[in-house]
């Protein structure tokens, strides 16, 4: 499958990264992003941002395609690098040698470094590799935005600075759009991608990381909704604990993904504390909702076991803060993060009820037994869900092009991508009933011939 494929699809994948930068967040300066700094607020931690190097397609692609066309390449991968932060050609990506007989795509090298760590560096001669390379920079991208939409702004004179309704709203949907552009990665690019590229594929890119980041981003997205739903005094106790049980589960995932990714040493323990955090955070929440309404029940034993509930998360809530306080000191250190949102309503009531249970429990319902393992969490299916991502069609641009022909591929997501046609098509081969003479006439059985035998 020919590099022709990425640069087909390459108009609209760029111009949509635009989309989802507001001007607080795009560098203009040629910086880096928002939300790397140690001194950054943490709300959506973003980890192992990766940006490209710069590729002089023009160069590659000047007795492949006409100059028009290539200059429009050029320019819209130009953006990828202003967008990520590279908007100078400093460093190039190197051409690689190619043998005779193998095909001009062969010879471009697309080579991506993550900030984290400079030295690692990635080089692969594949438009899957590129173009997995940017729906991941667009899904972190988006990520560090909802961080912005999460962070307080400067307060007017006498008022304490405060996150809006609005911006809260803005930033799931933002959250949602990067799921989707994971998800778009692992549904359409993925399953096409050669075997041999995804052995070469950085830990960045790989599948359960993939999914890890896709989970992340809905956990966030259910932390909000969670948020709405703890100030609202008109959603019920039911609702509420779906909520939680969700974010439990939407967390729990991305944790069991992350441990299958061979991540670097420098920010392994840092990503590995903050998705431990916030399933802690969700637990204590879970556990939380769930004890007040077995203390609302009249079965037998259910005081004893709201109880046992409540303690499981006042231990959940003070363990949170001491993994929210690891993950701040974990190199790369940055601040403690806030308190805010659900967790802050938590701090207030669990312990609060934990004690208000105990005393209760003492002097009115000791004969009942406290049960020896809290049981398990009640589970819901996730009803955050992103709209999913298509990528968009074979660009116009290319059919003033000759010599391609398009070829389709192994999903329904991707409906075909461009390939230079062969100049010497092979013959098909004759197949074993065209080698054969003309069969005879099928042989009709008669009554006699039944009667004989």
């Known amino acids: 499958m020919g590099n022709n494929f990425f640069f087909s699809q390459h108009h609209k994948v760029c111009s949509i990264m635009g989309c989802i930068l507001s001007s607080e967040s795009a560098p203009e300066d040629g910086g880096s992003p928002p939300g790397l700094n140690a001194d950054g607020e943490i709300y959506v931690y973003v980890p192992g941002l990766r940006t490209p190097k710069y590729v002089d397609l023009k160069e590659h ?5 006409s100059a028009d066309l290539a200059s429009r390449l050029q320019y819209l991968r130009s953006n990828v690098l202003i967008t990520s932060g590279k908007n100078t050609p400093a460093s190039k990506s190197r051409r690689r040698k190619t043998s005779q007989g193998e095909k001009w795509t062969s010879g471009l090298v697309f080579e991506w470094t993550n900030v984290e760590d400079e030295k690692k560096e990635t080089a692969l001669g594949s438009v899957y590799y590129e173009l997995l390379s940017v729906l991941h920079l667009l899904g972190m991208l988006a990520l560090q935005e909802a961080n912005v939409r999460l962070t307080s702004r400067p307060p007017a004179e006498g008022y304490a600075p405060k996150v809006t309704e609005e911006s809260k709203r803005n930033a799931i949907e933002i959250l949602l759009k990067a799921a989707s552009y994971f998800d778009c990665a692992l549904r359409a690019v ?3 991608t050669p075997e041999d590229i995804k052995a070469k594929l950085p830990a960045d890119l790989s599948e359960p990381m993939l999914i890890a980041l896709e989970h992340q981003a809905l956990g966030h997205g259910v932390e909000l909704q969670l948020s709405f739903a703890v100030d609202n005094i008109k959603a019920s106790l039911a609702v509420k604990r779906r909520l939680a049980c969700e974010h439990v589960q939407v967390w729990k995932e991305a944790n069991e993904r992350i441990e299958h990714v061979p991540l670097m040493d420098g920010w ?5 504390l903050f998705l431990k955090w916030k399933l802690t955070e969700a637990k204590a929440g879970a556990y939380y909702f769930h004890g007040l309404i077995l203390n609302e029940g009249y079965e037998e034993n259910t005081h004893a076991q709201a109880l046992m509930w409540l303690k499981a998360a006042h231990k959940y809530l003070k363990d949170s803060q001491r993994i929210r306080l690891e993950f701040s000191t974990a190199e790369p250190t940055t601040k403690v993060p806030e308190v805010w949102g659900p967790i802050k309503y938590f701090l207030e009531r669990i312990p609060r009820e934990a004690v208000n249970k105990s005393r209760v429990f003492r002097e009115n319902y000791r004969e009942e037994k406290l049960p020896i393992v809290v049981p398990k969490l009640p589970e819901f299916p996730l009803a ?3 709209e999913p991502y298509h990528l968009p069609p074979v660009d116009p641009a290319w059919e003033k092009e000759s010599g391609y022909e398009g070829i389709p591929t192994l999903t329904p997501d991707i409906a075909s991508f461009l390939a230079k046609k062969d100049p ?9 009933l065209r080698r054969a003479w003309p069969m005879s006439p099928p042989l009709l059985v008669t009554p006699e011939m039944v009667r004989a035998r």
């Open 424 to 432: 010497n098509p092979k013959p098909a081969a004759m197949s074993d």
């Open 384 to 386: 955050l869900i992103a």
């Open 190 to 192: 993925l399953p096409n």
């Open 61 to 65: 692609l000047q007795d492949a395609i």
């Open 268 to 272: 392994r323990k840092k990503l590995f």
